[in-house]
């Protein structure tokens, strides 16, 4: 039979590493087990796959690390349903199915010479960090660039060592917040929006990239917007249940947009738009 | 491309029995009692010409309801292949709604900036003979959709068949696949004269009039509102308690494509397959976290009518996803949630 394209066919992935992030969180390090075809593979930040736990199906996953450290991919997994559970009873070695990559990214070139805020709330942090890493290390295209993020308790912060390294570099403002305070934590206590007032953000000339539960999403642009920044210059993911990821099965419509094709980055201004 | 043949009443099966040497026919069957429903056919014998549509669409022989997408084995790593179909195969006598379906499912599953490549497989080696209607059937309303009772060439068919009313069937050849499905049996064809295609005409202005002026849908008024999100909220809650969320309208469309994806393995070997959903379905759109962004009912039946009908969705997929077969209206157990009826309400803004 002639070989023809296939949306669903997924390429198989070799776990290369696995690191604890949180109690119910982990990174997994992927890499293809056909060097040319991961060779070949090109992404960039906001993208997600579709990620097959061959038994048990596929569920969509935005990558965690950038395009720029091409070796492997990270993807950081929170275990909520069967099959992240059965993704993080898995180890190095363990083969699993990839599709992708899938869905628009988040603006990169648009924004060169632009400040740049980042905002992660809990599990959102990962695919920010995608971008984090991008610009970093192509760091004299951007301007400024913050980083604020929360999570519900200092336990719940990923990438623990990292967030070290943000915090120590000149280059990059980080402050972080948590929701409640543990033994041992020295830093902020509160939610995300109350780090604005400790960021000194310019809304003019900044774009502002947000990831984390609905609910913080929706405080942080009220703010976002009360502050003065262009509704095109607030940049969200939107998230729902995908199926197929290539606009096909139905599962992830808002109005007449498909979040796996369409988004899932969206501006504030055409979430705005989205009609149902 | 179009030209129009002669064809022998009496000969038909003659033809589909041409047919059945190089493909698989597929066409209306009488089942017990009353229902005619599309079923391969060993014979010509079992095929009824004498119906006024299907009771189901033909859609479930290129978007199968159950399809096996991938197999995939474990024999110390995982090996994955796809799983097509390619049988070639004819539909013989499919109404002109449902070839309309056919071609809604061209601009979606098949769209080819991305091509679902298990649909586009299927339809490749598909070719479609339509039958045009004489009578409307009961609840249908093609002629507000601009799907029938007639096609025009470029509408879908490959051939269309229309029964000259005495010896003959009118064979209007649109396609290369229908040109091949002539060659098949050449020496039953004629060519038709130009009074054969002024028959044809007549024969259509005359089915357009017997439409019923009920169930009528107005689709540009019940279009703008559904588009404009300008209908009342109240009418989707009221029509909401009406809807047992059986999915019935969502299967019996030709027109609706929703599907789910599932595993099934044992012993490491495997098979992925996806198979119909439906946007009455709570689940549809529940996440893993247990959100639901449509939580209610209502939500979900506004969900149809905006997939159905809205500007936004016939810019998207290049048609309307309704082509007035009326079968929703049929297999609805309350009898009311029908694209007409819903796309009237929403016109009158009334609901009782």
Redesign the interface.
Known sequence: MEKRPNIYLPEIARIVEVRDETPDTKTFVFRFRDDQFHDSFAWRPGQFVELSVFGLGEAPFGFASSPTRKESFDITIRAVGALTRALHAMGTGDEVGIRGPLGNHFPFDDVQGRNILFIGGGIGLPPLRSLIHNMLDERDKFGEITILYGARTPTDLVYKEELKEWEQRSDVKFIVTVDRSEPGWEGNVGLVPMLFSKADIKPDGTTAYICGPPVMIRFVIQDLVSMGFAEENIISTLERHMKCGVGKCNHCCIGHKYVCRDGPVFSYKQMKGLLE | MSRALKLQKSRWPEWVAALQRTAAVIAPVRLHGEDVAFERITSPSEITLDFDNTADPPKRFLFPQVEP??R?R?NG??A?E?V?DEEPRVFFAIRCCDVSAVRFFDF??GAQD?????YT?RRAGTALIALACHEPCQSCFCVCADTGPFLPPGGGYDIQLTDLGGEHYLAEVDTDKGEALVAAAAELFAPASDDDLAQRRALEEASEKRFPSEPRLYFAASSRKVSL?TAEAELWQRMARWCVACGGCTHICPTC???????A?RN?D?L?S?RW?S?QYAG??????G?N?RPEQS?RV??RV??KI?Y??V??DGMQGCVGCGRCTRICPGLRLGLPEVGEAIRRAEWK
């Open positions: 997408l991938l995939y474990r790593g995982y994955v796809p097509y979606t599953l991305l091509p679902d490549s298990y497989a999100d494509y929703c599907f789910n994806v599932t595993d393995q490491g495997g992925r996806r959903d946007c549809l759109t529940r996440e893993a976290s959100h962004p939500d506004k969900r905006f997939h809205s936004q969705y810019a998207r």
